[in-house]
């Protein structure tokens, strides 16, 4: 076994035994943290001078931010969310969550067109879900690598990228790749 496929494999151990935990946390303490996350951020300059917000819709037991997503929209913020198109990842605005359909994988995604572009946008903030974050930072996705090769074709983006989750994801070393992009800063509530 080479040494990239030995490191697969331990990526493809680590998602499983860290989806497993995440799903392991229960309802109650999920919704007290999702209601801590906006707490928190309300509390950071990166998000209270944002003027655009690329989210995510959560899925299973993804950290919810659906309140975020609301309170930046009542605040007047440019909101996007994610849509995978020819396996590319794209945001795209949204103006209130009854623009949201049913996407891939169960996932909601935005119904309109108008695509993010940073000419749009002088403070960004990106939101990035995740399995697990190490104390270096890293951040693990489920591995279809569609924030990293976004964030590599926008790299003007990665200062303002917070990923977020839950403090029982953090793990003491992540595998990580040369692809994998670490996050400017983890938010673990």
């Not at 109650?28 to 801590?36: F, M, Q, S, V």
């Not at 572009?117 to 569609?146: H, Q, T, V, W």
């Not at 003491?172 to 509530?189: F, M, Y």
């Amino acid at each position: 076994m080479n040494a990239l496929s030995g490191l697969t494999a331990e990526k493809k151990e680590c998602r499983k035994r860290m989806r497993a935990l995440r799903d392991a946390i229960p309802e109650e303490d999920r919704n007290a943290a999702a209601g801590r996350l906006l707490g928190a951020l309300r509390e950071m300059d990166a998000y209270t001078t944002c003027d655009c917000l690329l989210t995510y819709a959560p899925i299973r037991s993804e950290l919810d931010v659906s309140a975020v997503t609301a309170d930046a929209l009542s605040q007047g913020k440019a909101v996007y969310l994610p849509r995978t198109e020819a396996g590319e990842m794209t945001f795209y605005r949204i103006t209130s969550e009854a623009d949201l359909v049913p996407g891939e994988y169960g996932i909601c995604v935005p119904a309109g067109n108008d695509r993010f572009s940073s000419e749009k946008c002088a403070a960004p903030l990106i939101l990035l879900p995740g399995l697990a974050f190490d104390s270096a930072g890293n951040r693990m996705g489920y591995g279809g690598g569609y924030y990293d090769r976004y964030l590599e074709a926008h790299p003007e983006l990665i200062p303002h990228t917070i990923a977020v989750g839950y403090v029982q994801q953090m793990t003491e070393a992540l595998p990580v790749e040369g692809t994998d992009i670490r996050p400017a800063q983890l938010l673990l509530v």
